[in-house]
């Protein structure tokens, strides 16, 4: 079983930035795809960024050329650098892990952008 813990989350105004954490630990695999979610009330989660270990990267489109995803393998951490926010960026902020032996979650982060 891998464990998730998220950092980083908060409150920040229309065009700054923040930049979400989530450590991994216990089983971690070598070969694993790291990445982010998000929610808002009454929606599906949905794909924000995912990095595998190998550094292929996948975007939503929402999020292309403000947000960066990228990850230290040594620390086992992914990160989501988030600039340029909007007010529709505001949500529940998920990490994910996928690997061969285990998938799961972490507990979640908030972020919100006030306009």
């Known amino acids: 079983q891998v464990q998730l813990v998220e950092s980083g989350g908060g409150l920040v105004q229309a065009g700054g930035s923040l930049r979400l954490s989530c450590a991994a630990s216990?089983?971690?695999?070598?070969?694993?795809?790291m990445g982010w979610h998000r929610q808002t009330p009454g929606k599906q989660r949905e794909l924000v960024a995912t990095?595998?270990?190998?550094?292929?990267?996948n975007y939503a489109d929402s999020v292309l050329g403000r947000f960066t995803i990228s990850r230290d393998n040594a620390k086992n951490t992914v990160y989501l650098q988030m600039n340029s926010l909007k007010p529709e960026d505001t949500a529940v902020y998920y990490c994910?892990?996928?690997?061969?032996?285990?998938?799961?979650w972490g507990q979640g982060t908030q972020v919100t952008v006030s306009s």
């Open positions: 216990g089983s971690i695999s070598r070969i694993n795809t």
């Open positions: 994910h892990y996928i690997a061969p032996n285990w998938a799961g």
């Open positions: 990095l595998t270990s190998v550094g292929a990267t």
